[in-house]
């Protein structure tokens, strides 16, 4: 399994680093407001990504945080086809989401904003803030570049962060219409996104390997789009 993906937040939401949580298997970075994560692994190599639904309007108030699925999922031992069943029938209760989980086995993908959940066969995935695979030009841009990347004989991390890097922006007429002004269109139509308020806080690769084993890079940004920092870790799942 190979993820490579950036987390776009407001600035001021404070975050801890990536690092083993404690009393937990999880590794993931922290969302420090609400206590949950944007993307983590287990020691027994569960993984979960979760991503905002893009909407015009804000969420009503009394909804329980996207990040606290990832720390469900991780500390499960239910197959995620089982496990997501479970969302599905209570997924009312949070903001709109996309949800990838995954154990090794199977990969299953989920939103409270589109249709049932499915499980994913081998191949290239690209989610942002829309349904899986929706054809935003950065998505296009992405996996189009992923795609290369994965098809060499070993995966490069560089590389990987390289296209994750990727400051362009589409032109005007190919973006997208979600309901938001025009400049926040241009700006969120970039991988990388760079602003004083909101952008690109962090940009991760996992790789999981055949029997186990676990490489997890986080890169970390301020609003200039300087590093800010790095936690890298390898390991070797426990069901490896």
């Known amino acids: 399994m190979i993820l490579a ?21 999880a590794l993931a970075g922290k ?21 905002n639904f893009r909407e015009a309007a804000m969420p009503s108030g009394g909804l329980r945080s996207r990040g606290e699925l990832i720390c ?3 500390k499960s031992t239910e197959s995620p086809t089982a496990w997501s069943a479970d969302v599905e029938a209570n997924g009312t209760g949070y903001g709109g989401f996309n949800l990838i989980v995954g154990d090794g086995s199977e990969l299953r993908y989920l939103s409270n904003r589109g249709p049932e959940a499915k499980s994913l066969p081998a191949g290239v995935f690209g989610l ?25 004989d070993s995966v490069d991390s560089e590389a990987l962060f390289d ?23 241009q700006l969120l139509s ?12 962090a940009s991760t690769v996992l790789l999981i390997g055949h029997g186990g084993k676990v490489f997890f890079e986080e890169r970390r940004f301020d609003a200039d789009g300087q590093s800010t920092g790095n ?8 069901n490896g």
């Open 231 to 238: 936690s890298q870790f390898a390991f070797d799942t426990e």
């Open 5 to 25: 993906g950036n987390r776009d937040e407001f600035h001021d939401r404070p975050t801890a680093a990536a690092n083993w949580w404690d009393a937990t298997d």
């Open 72 to 74: 469900e999922f991780l």
């Open 128 to 152: 942002s803030n829309r349904r899986l695979d929706t054809p935003w030009p950065k998505l296009l841009r992405a996996k189009k570049r992923f795609g290369s990347l994965i098809g060499e």
């Open 31 to 51: 969302d420090l407001k609400a206590g949950g994560t944007w993307l983590g692994v287990s020691s027994r190599g569960r993984f979960g990504i979760v991503t």
């Open 190 to 201: 970039s991988i990388c996104i760079v602003s004083p308020i909101y952008g690109t806080r």
């Open 163 to 185: 296209m994750l890097a990727d400051r362009t922006r589409s032109k005007d007429e190919d973006l997208p219409d979600t309901g938001l002004p025009h400049e926040w269109e």
